[in-house]
């Protein structure tokens, strides 16, 4: 599954937890923000109600959530087909109806709060602001909306503004709609401009910048915050998310032990378990993982913390017990997307392959993103009925279409790109996105994609350093293990492609419909040449 941090758990501020004496307080207060109202004047008002309204303004904002999401997944679908026939001339004009996947964690490792969680909507504060934590826990399109009410009424409220712009980047994460991406930008810009240099405001951007795989934006943003408040918990969470996924391990590492020093809580833990799970830690990682299941406090928390349970039992072949997190995740938010997403795969490689497709149509039916659309698209290829093929050409055209949409939109998807065409697409394109990327960043992810497309392409002598690279931290990963021993093979090197294809099938023989099968069927061929 795709790598799972750059997806950043929504901040949490427990209004009765006492605050360090050198950390600034961040949220006004209600007398003051009161107050306002008659110094802002009328240029501004209507400058704060267009950004207000944006939400449905902007792009293809539809009056209701269900509805917006079904447009845009429609889009993506005539998208695809445009693309087969005319791509260029339909993108120009669909590009707002990008379903953004963040790859660390849009589908296998989502921040908590998705906008079904419990909560009161309506629980604003005196002023009538909401506070980051507070608007997480709660409806979104609620919260987003008493948000937009509030600023229409006091347009100098800092605090709520980079709140707004907080919620518009989670909006954009939960529902695929990078028209909240500007929205968010502008809100967050409009808080420092009213008190430059605020910590939330610049965590804010921190957590934009990472959304839009900008990882070394991410990191400057939440450095600047950090400075004007260390104890700032989504500036101490994107900055990990950030060294991750620039593939500063030891920096990271460095930085997750800070945050679980100065806010120990479930977004520091979840980050401190997959930094050790990147080390191959997985012991360490579990117990984390279990620690914040035991802090998780809302239906929010508990379904993201039970679905990076899932994943890590997952990613250890350990069918059972992921289904079993998976199952406590879905009962705390029945429609927690990272949950039916990992459920679907355990149930397709504990066998269940009906139950797997099943669950995986009805996941890219809401939202159609690469990493559930290639599952499907393989499990329907695994499975090899009538039709089965031209339906997972179907699957693949949408992660085209995706693709083309992203860069349209500017955002950065060579990463995901590369994973994808490399087996199901264009391998030069599969090549050059992944080269792109690595210039960008040096992480385990981008190694493996960049020695398989190398791989695909033909170029093994040249693949298998960066096959090396992915596994050199100890991360256990069989679909690194199986990249790095086709690679050795493909080399000439059989006993280390042994070694390796056993490795990857003996941790996780499940990894993949068609990886796995391509793994067994080579490492057969292997031992007949022994």
Known sequence: MPPRTTDSAPE?????????????????DADAVAG?????????????QADAEGARTEGCGAPSAGEDVDQRVAAMRRTADGARRWRAAHLAGCAALLAVALTGGAIAFGGAGNGRAGGDAAAVSAAGALSPGALARGDLDSGIASLQKH????????????????AYVEQARTKGDPSRYPQAERALKRSLGLKPGNDPALAGQGALAAARHDFPGAL?????ALKQNPYNERALCTRIDALVELGRYDEAEQAADTADDRRPGVPVFTRYAYVRELRGDVRTAREVLDRALDAADSPADIAYVATSLGQLAWNQGDYKAARDHYARALAADDAY????????RAEAADGDRAAAVKGLEQVVARFPLPGPLVA???????RGADGDRAKAGDQYALVDAWTALARAGGVNADLDSAMAAADHGDRK???RAARAEWDRRHSVHTADALAWALHVNG?????????RRATATGYRNAAFLFHRGIIERATGDEREARDHLKAALDLNPGFSPLGAREARTALKDLEKNR
């Open 12 to 28: 949490r501020r427990d209004d009765d937890r006492p605050r360090p004496d050198h950390e600034p307080a961040v949220e006004p």
């Open 36 to 48: 306002r109202a008659g110094e802002a004047g009328e240029a501004q008002a209507d400058e704060a």
């Open 151 to 166: 600023l229409r009424a006091q347009p100098k409220d800092f605090g709520s503004w980079a709140t707004l712009g907080i």
């Open 220 to 224: 400057k943003y939440a450095d600047r």
């Open 337 to 344: 997307l990272p949950a039916l997403e990992g459920r679907a």
């Open 376 to 382: 499907l698209g393989e499990l329907y290829e695994d």
């Open 429 to 431: 394109e599969a090549l």
């Open 459 to 467: 170029r093994d002598e040249e693949a298998l350093p960066y096959a």
